[in-house]
């Protein structure tokens, strides 16, 4: 199985520091009031983890990052090959991870954990290579997770891929360069839209033209980019941003064409991207951020619709860069001029209706 084994394996660049170091290094830089603090957000995308590798990152972690101001309403956890079952058939492993939040989700809906509905939505995990038989293992899923009526809601398969050794020790997962061009990966693939589940799409940039050709092929199943597209910064494509930059928004404009595709605004705060804010002797401020990262949020913003788009805080990888709460300051600096249906769409509203959340 190409997505089962060793956490490491996807992330192996998650930061620069220790846990202890980084939160050192997050203290450095007084935390700054969150802008526009009664704007209902919902946080599409975060992963819970307790690994010797990646460190610890449960339910306490997470209330104390989205305890700085800003009203999170509710959050969807993404998969991130954590508590995989240790035994049983290799197909069935990941049911450990949606079994593991769910009892985090439940922890939260007992309202003991304050307001904010933590892990709400579920997004695991499946090996779509095995072909149809991946219905039983999603099937699977969504009964651990409370049946047709519980938290699970899709997956994601990571297929982020590069030749370069240099990118390789920031975010890849060892699967083929093409597969979502693969006969059997669509096999498994078109069990997703008949059980009512979505497919997290997680690439980097020069692998957008396959993701493109998948949407085109399953025009009823909602597929959700991940990280703008995964903009590459490092290795071969340092001091190329300009360059890239312009391919990159042809390619997003023409998934833009796919009415099932959405888009996650953020993870642009892991190293792959090729900023320098970990190396930073001080955080970055939410302005630093802001400028930065304007460059890809704005065009995504400006090809999909408010209505197609959702910021994520991608914590804790986007943790090397900042702070959660400077991160949705900077959000919310790039958005000022947005509308108020516009702010309720991009914070709330879409991940509310791709994930069949509620909004207070």
């Not at 499946?126 to 149809?132: E, R, V, W």
């Amino acid at each position: 199985m190409a997505q089962i084994g060793d956490a490491k394996g996807e992330y192996p660049g998650l930061s620069h520091r220790p846990d202890a170091e980084l939160r050192a290094w997050l203290t450095g830089r007084p935390s700054e009031e969150a802008l526009e603090p009664d704007l209902p957000i919902i946080d599409p995308h975060h992963h819970f983890w307790d690994t010797p590798a990646r460190g610890r990152y449960l339910l306490p972690e997470l209330l104390a990052d989205i305890g700085g101001g800003h009203n999170i309403v509710a959050t969807v956890f993404l998969e991130c090959r954590s508590m995989y079952r240790k035994d049983g058939p290799p197909e069935m492993a990941p049911l450990g991870e949606v079994e593991f939040v769910n009892g985090i989700a439940a922890m939260s809906a007992s309202g003991g954990y304050g307001p904010c509905r933590v892990a709400e939505a579920i997004v695991g995990h499946a090996d779509l290579t095995i072909g149809a038989r991946v219905r039983e293992v999603l099937e699977a899923e969504i009964a651990v997770a409370g049946g047709h009526d519980g938290r699970f809601r899709g997956i994601r398969y990571g297929v982020s891929w590069d030749g370069s050794d240099a990118v390789a020790k920031h975010v890849t997962r060892f699967v083929p360069p093409h597969q979502l061009r693969d006969p059997k990966f669509r096999e498994g693939f078109a069990q997703l839209a008949p059980l009512g589940l979505s497919f997290e799409s997680w690439q980097y940039h020069p692998q957008l033209p396959d993701a493109l050709d998948l949407a085109r092929a399953f025009p009823d199943t909602t597929i959700i980019l991940n990280h703008v597209g995964g903009v590459l910064g490092v290795g071969p494509y340092a001091g190329h941003r300009q360059e890239i930059l312009a391919s990159w928004k042809k390619d997003i404009a023409e998934l833009a064409t796919c009415p099932n595709v959405a888009v996650k605004l953020g993870g642009i705060g892991m190293t792959s991207f090729g900023f320098d804010f970990h190396e930073r002797e001080m955080p970055p401020s939410s302005e630093d951020l802001a400028a930065a990262w304007r460059q890809y949020i704005e065009p995504c913003i400006e090809a999909f619709g408010a209505e197609r788009c959702m910021f994520e805080s991608n914590f804790p990888p986007d943790k090397q860069s900042g702070g959660y709460t400077e991160l949705w300051n900077a959000f919310k600096l790039i958005t000022a001029n947005a509308t108020a249906s516009e702010k309720r769409a991009l914070y709330s509203g879409t991940a509310a209706r791709v994930y069949r959340l509620t909004v207070p």
